[in-house]
């Protein structure tokens, strides 16, 4: 099976800081990913899909990039309601979160 | 608007049986492939299962195959999990969601609609 790590666990960040996210897999996934943004008591919500591909009315403040094994999710200004968890995810296996709280 | 809406959960001995439904709403149930992921207390997200759009094939993760079956009524717009043989590590808030690739647009294995969750707690 495909196992996803996310670094780092924890991110403490700024009202517009630039905040990076990397998603590692065990073996290379092609462009196969997805992010998701959790609050607290909520559902996941999707942010990018194929690597980098943003849903709908997501901000444009967030990013996706990369291909295979590696990728980032990238919030270039970060808002009051970007903090929450980020979750990358393969076809059937999610990263363990990272976490970005206010500094 | 595209909407899902868990229900069935609950708390259960362990060894016991439970079935959680989810109702789907405002988009066409049969186009899409549907999921269960679940989220223990504190943890990150965890898929269960998939099963595809016409009910035909079905997947399991390895930590509840045997145990749990998902099904589908596309006349009902409904997604069951049934759950046997229920441990305590099958303590969790339960999500349907929604694979959003349909026969015109590729997201690549993405979910693009979830439930609220329902939650499952099993303990004696």
């Known amino acids: 099976d495909i196992q996803m790590t996310q670094s780092p666990s924890t991110l403490s960040a700024s009202v517009g800081d630039r905040v990076t996210i990397t998603c590692r897999a065990s073996?290379?996934?092609?462009?196969?990913l997805a992010w998701y943004q959790q609050k607290p008591g909520k559902a996941p919500k999707l942010l990018i899909y194929?690597?980098?591909t943003l849903k709908s009315g997501v901000p444009s403040r967030f990013s996706g990039s990369g291909s295979g094994t590696e990728f980032t999710l990238t919030i270039s200004s970060l808002q009051p309601d970007d903090f929450a968890t980020y979750y990358c995810?393969?076809?059937?296996?999610f990263g363990q979160g990272t976490k970005v709280e206010i500094k | 608007e595209a909407q899902l809406v868990e229900s069935g959960g609950g708390l259960v001995q362990p060894g016991g049986s439970l079935r959680l439904s989810c109702e789907a709403s405002?988009?066409?149930?049969?186009?899409?492939?549907m999921r269960w992921v679940r989220q223990a207390p504190g943890k990150g997200l965890e898929w269960v299962s998939t099963?595809?759009?016409?009910?035909?094939?079905?997947y399991y993760a390895d930590s509840v195959k045997g145990r749990f079956t998902i099904s589908r009524d596309i006349s009902k717009n409904t997604l069951d999990l049934q759950m046997n043989s229920l441990r305590a590590e099958d303590t969790a808030v339960y999500y349907c969601?929604?694979?959003?690739?349909?026969?015109?647009?590729?997201?690549?294995?993405?979910?693009?609609?979830w439930g609220q969750g329902t939650t499952v707690t099993v303990s004696s």
């Open positions: 969601a929604r694979d959003a690739t349909t026969v015109t647009t590729n997201y690549y294995y993405a979910m693009d609609v």
């Open positions: 405002g988009f066409t149930f049969s186009n899409h492939a």
């Open positions: 099963i595809s759009s016409n009910g035909g094939i079905t």
């Open positions: 073996q290379s996934i092609s462009s196969w």
């Open positions: 194929k690597a980098s």
């Open positions: 995810q393969q076809i059937r296996a």
